[in-house]
T-cell receptor, first 114, second 113 residues
Framework: NAGVTQTPKFQVLKTGQSMTLQCAQD?????MSWYRQDPGMGLRLIHYSVGAGITDQGEVPNGYNVSRSTTEDFPLRLLSAAPSQTSVYFC?????????????FGQGTRLTVV | GDSVTQMEGPVTLSEEAFLTINCTYT??????LFWYVQYPGEGLQLLLKATKADDKGSNKGFEATYRKETTSFHLEKGSVQVSDSAVYFCALMNSGGYQKVTFGIGTKLQVIP
C-alpha cells in the first residue's frame, strides 16, 4: 500500500523560482493538508482541503497556492521562492468526520531556497 | 485556539533507561490525542493514539494515557533502546470542523549505548 506519496524528496531552488510539490494518496481520503516543519516550531498548517474543489488557508498560507481537482492529488505551489520557505514539507490525508480517524503523512520534501 | 506543549529537548538517555516525555494540551471539545515519531531522515509515523478520556494508547513498548483532568498525554517507555532515537511529536485532532492536527514542537530523544 502506497499511502501518501510526496515528490520530490529533495529540492534546491533559487530565490524567485517557482515549483510544485506533488502529493498523492490512494486511500480515498476526503481531507488533505500541507504542513511545514521548522526547528523549534513543530509542524504548521499551510493549506488544507476537505474534498475535491474545496481548499482553505491554514496558519501560514502566504507564498503558497493549492488546488484539489481530484480526490487523490493535492499539489502545493510555491509562486516565487524565498529563503524563508526553506523547510521540510509534509502532506497528510485523513478520512472524513469520525472519532477514530487519524492523519497519514508522506515522507516529506526537504526544500532549500538559496 | 488549540495548542500542545512539550519540551524540545534534546533528551539523552542510556540504553534501558526509563523514558517520560511530558505533553499537555489546550483544546475545546473532546480531541483525539496522538504521538508521532520521526526517525532520522524519515517522515512522520503514528506511534500511538487515544480518542477519549482514560484511554491508554500503546505500541512498541511505548504507552500514553489520555488524562482529561490534567489535560495531559505523557509518553512513557520502561526500557529504551538505541533504535528509539528519534523526534517525538505530541499532537491533537479536534473532531469538530476540519480535522486539523495541532502539533507540539517535538522532543528529540537520543539513546546512547
Amino acid at each position: 500500500n502506497a499511502g501518501v506519496t510526496q515528490t520530490p524528496k529533495f529540492q534546491v531552488l533559487k530565490t524567485g523560482q517557482s515549483m510544485t510539490l506533488q502529493c498523492a494518496q490512494d486511500m480515498n481520503h476526503e481531507y488533505m493538508s500541507w504542513y511545514r516543519q521548522d526547528p523549534g516550531m513543530g509542524l504548521r498548517l499551510i493549506h488544507y482541503s476537505v474534498g475535491a474543489g474545496i481548499t482553505d488557508q491554514g496558519e501560514v498560507p502566504n507564498g503558497y497556492n493549492v488546488s484539489r481537482s481530484t480526490t487523490e492529488d493535492f499539489p502545493l505551489r510555491l509562486l516565487s521562492a524565498a529563503p524563508s520557505q526553506t523547510s521540510v514539507y509534509f502532506c497528510a490525508s485523513s478520512r472524513g468526520q469520525g472519532v477514530n480517524t487519524e492523519a497519514f503523512f508522506g515522507q516529506g520534501t526537504r526544500l532549500t531556497v538559496v | 485556539g488549540d495548542s500542545v506543549t512539550q519540551m524540545e529537548g534534546p533528551v539523552t538517555l542510556s540504553e534501558e533507561a526509563f523514558l517520560t516525555i511530558n505533553c499537555t494540551y489546550t483544546a475545546t471539545g473532546y480531541p483525539s490525542l496522538f504521538w508521532y515519531v520521526q526517525y532520522p531522515g524519515e517522515g512522520l509515523q503514528l506511534l500511538l493514539k487515544a480518542t477519549k478520556a482514560d484511554d491508554k494508547g500503546s505500541n512498541k513498548g511505548f504507552e500514553a494515557t489520555y488524562r482529561k483532568e490534567t489535560t495531559s498525554f505523557h509518553l512513557e517507555k520502561g526500557s529504551v533502546q538505541v533504535s528509539d532515537s528519534a523526534v517525538y511529536f505530541c499532537a491533537l485532532m479536534n473532531s469538530g470542523g476540519y480535522q486539523k492536527v495541532t502539533f507540539g514542537i517535538g522532543t528529540k530523544l537520543q539513546v546512547i549505548p
